[in-house]
Structures are given as C-alpha cells and as structure tokens.
C-alpha cells in the first residue's frame, strides 16, 4: 500500500485473523463483534460485490466485500502497488477515501475495521470494508 494505506494500517493497530482472511480495527474488538466477523467472513465471498448489514449478534455494522477478479489486481492489491496512473484499485481507492472523509469530519458512516482474504498463494481474493450501519439511510 502506499504511504497513505500504510498510515491506515497504523491508525487501525488491532488485527483479527480468522483463516486466511485478516481485519484491522482501530479500537480492540468484543467478543460480540468477534462473532459478527468470523460469521461475515465464513461465508463464501460471492462473483460480485456484496454491501449488506451484518447481522449477527445484535452489531450494528455495514459490510461491503468486493472481490478482486484479475491476477494484475490480486497481484497489486497483494503488494500495495498503484496502477500505472498513480491510483489505487478502486476498492482499496474507496478505503482511502472514506478513512479521509472521516478524518475532515464530513458526516459519513465511521470506518470501524478493514481487511482482505488471501489465497492460499498470499494473493489478495477480496477487500473488506466494515463502517457503522446507519439503519434510516440509504
């Protein structure tokens, strides 16, 4: 990741692994929040992006899981790399974008945790973004 992404990493110090899939949070996760993330991740990563509340053990949490589809992609994402252009993959642009958005105080959802799957070759399958769930928005 670039320098940008690497200071993501470090503002969200805590990490939770569950298989081959590894999340980093900014403050230590609950039991309660533990399970909601090992449900969420147990299942099968689908075609096409998923953006859904997750709905286990009471969270109040929002998901989105973009699966990374090309071997340039999985390969970038896997090492951080930009794109020829200077820009990010996009779900890795849109991490980036919501941390900042965050950070300048626009009244966007909080970003609670992010992560990625890797292959069983240590290449990225899909990123995860975890924001709060704000139930009467769209």
């Known amino acids: 990741m670039g320098r940008d992404a690497k200071q993501l ?10 298989q081959r899939s590894t999340l980093h949070f900014s403050t230590p996760i609950t039991p309660r929040v533990a399970d909601a993330m ?30 990374i589809d090309t071997f340039k992609k999985k390969m970038r994402i896997a ?27 626009v009244r966007v959802p909080s970003l609670i945790a992010f992560g990625y799957t ?3 070759v240590g290449l990225a399958n899909d990123v995860i973004i975890i924001t709060e ?5 769209t």
């Open 118 to 120: 890797r292959s069983p």
């Open 38 to 67: 090992k449900h969420l991740l147990n299942q099968a990563c689908q075609d096409k992006r998923v953006s859904a509340p997750v709905l286990s053990s009471g969270c109040r949490l929002f998901a989105k899981r973009q699966p």
């Open 9 to 18: 990493v470090k503002d969200f110090p805590f990490t939770y692994t569950h």
């Open 79 to 105: 090492r951080g790399s930009a794109k020829r252009c200077g820009m990010y993959d996009w779900p890795i642009e849109e991490l980036m974008n919501t941390a900042e958005a965050q950070r300048r105080g």
């Open 133 to 137: 769930l704000l139930p009467d928005h």
